[in-house]
Nanobody, 119 residues
Framework: QVQLVESGGGSVQAGGSLRLSCAAS????????MGWFRQAPGKEREGIVT???????SYADSVKGRFTISQDNAKRILYLQMSSLKPEDTAMYYC?????????????WGQGTQVTVSS
């Protein structure tokens, strides 16, 4: 059973930055894959970043160049550094696993953390 706990959301003005964290527990294999998703009010949930510990990271076009993923392999923590934030980035952000590339349907979800960007 994999458990995911997000933190780091909040409110920021447009152009600002935030860093989200997702701590994973319960992984038993050396390979670990996680992803970040977001869902804005009235919109479908979208995958924005995926990370595969075997070396592949992918970003949705909507965040490419502004969001960066990093990780602490020993602690199984995935970070999402969000810069140049826009009001349209306002959403509930979730981490999920396993997600090794875009299109995977994860089995486990975190509780979500709210990000609000004001203009």
């Amino acid at each position: 059973q994999v458990q995911l706990v997000e933190s780091g959301g909040g409110s920021v003005q447009a152009g600002g930055s935030l860093r989200l964290s997702c701590a994973a527990s319960g992984y038993t294999s050396r390979r670990w894959c996680m992803g970040w998703f977001r869902q804005a009010p009235g919109k479908e949930r979208e995958g924005i970043v995926t990370f595969d510990s075997y070396g592949t990271t992918s970003y949705a076009d909507s965040v490419k160049g502004r969001f960066t993923i990093s990780q602490d392999n020993a602690k199984r923590i995935l970070y999402l550094q969000m810069s140049s934030l826009k009001p349209e980035d306002t959403a509930m952000y979730y981490c999920a696993a396993p997600v090794c590339s875009m299109g995977w349907v994860p089995e486990y979800w975190g509780q979500g953390t709210q990000v609000t960007v004001s203009s």
